[in-house]
């Protein structure tokens, strides 16, 4: 009897685990908020309709507080409960190094707001996966768009000297190179802005005496939003454009409706605006929560 009982395979488990890291404090809260909100939207129509393979699918959540130390720290506590699929994370140099733990583990994670395109052509990262486009495709349609479609002729690209913000501004300004040489458009300021400050009234004089086509900015909606709000107040009336970390609603509470009328963000195609079934039954379910 104790050898068969040595013998007993272990009790399969009643639901399918999956991970989500997140940053639900920090820099990134709002928006580690937003995915947890959309995850379990996902969740309880995925398990409605019978779950999968005849289970339920069970979230487990770990923080990682919107920075590299912590992101370690809550990928070795999902990899400790023996998940074998992570949904991971927000802000590349966030989710790095959380993708080298996942991976040296054989932990497929995919990430929902990391677009650096060192991820995936740094190194070799085989079970590591992202929902949102690289940075360079991004940016490659900025130039094209500004050019071609915009007519602008004098661009400027503002960044934040962060993984994320200079990777798309570095690419922007690859990408407009050909059209710069051809004579068709000039870069007429490539500068950086030091994140997380609160009066950029340096800055935004420049951009004001400059006065370019089109301001492209390329990092996180808090500056965008506090940038934009006080160069309008100076008087500035050209054309912003914000990449893919910029629209948002907060982006929106911190500038205010009036200000950030007639400005153009890059961005994937959002739910709302998909036409497919399944995106209209995940649209109604979240607006429901």
Not at 109 to 124: F, P
Not at 129 to 151: H, I, N, P, W, Y
Not at 210 to 235: C, H, M, S
Request: proline share 5%.
């Amino acid at each position: 009897m104790a050898l068969a009982a040595c013998q007993q395979k272990p009790a399969e488990p009643q639901t399918i685990q999956i991970g989500l890291q997140a940053p639900l404090t920090g820099d990134f809260a709002a928006e580690g908020q937003w995915a947890k909100q959309s995850v379990e939207v996902a969740q309880e129509l995925i398990n409605k309709k019978g779950g999968v393979l005849g289970k339920q699918i069970e979230i487990i959540i770990a923080d990682d507080a919107s920075n590299p130390k912590d992101s370690a720290l809550a990928a070795q506590k999902l990899i400790s409960q023996g998940l074998k699929e992570v949904i991971a994370s927000y802000g590349s140099s966030v989710t790095a190094p959380a993708a080298d733990l996942y991976d040296a583990n054989k932990v497929v994670s995919v990430g929902y707001g990391c677009t650096a395109v060192r991820l995936t052509m740094e190194k070799q990262r085989p079970y590591f996966f992202r929902t949102a486009g690289r940075d360079d495709t991004q940016s490659e349609f900025f130039a094209k768009f500004a050019v071609e479609v915009l007519g602008a002729k004098r661009i400027a690209i503002m960044h934040d000297n962060q993984d994320y913000g200079r990777g798309v501004a570095e690419d922007a300004k690859k990408f407009l190179q050909p059209y710069i040489d051809a004579g068709k458009a000039e870069l007429v300021y490539y500068d950086a802005i030091t994140p997380g400050e609160s009066d950029y009234s340096a800055v935004v004089s420049q951009i004001k005496e400059i006065n370019p086509d089109v301001w492209f900015f390329t990092a996180y909606y808090p500056e965008a939003a506090l940038l934009l709000k006080q160069a309008r107040q100076a008087g500035y009336t050209g054309l912003f454009v914000g990449n893919n970390s910029v629209p948002t609603p907060e982006f929106e509470k911190i500038a205010g409706v009036d200000v950030i009328k007639g400005s153009i963000h890059l961005n994937e195609p959002m739910p709302q605006f998909l036409s497919y079934p399944e995106s209209i039954e995940f649209m109604d379910a979240y607006k429901a929560k």
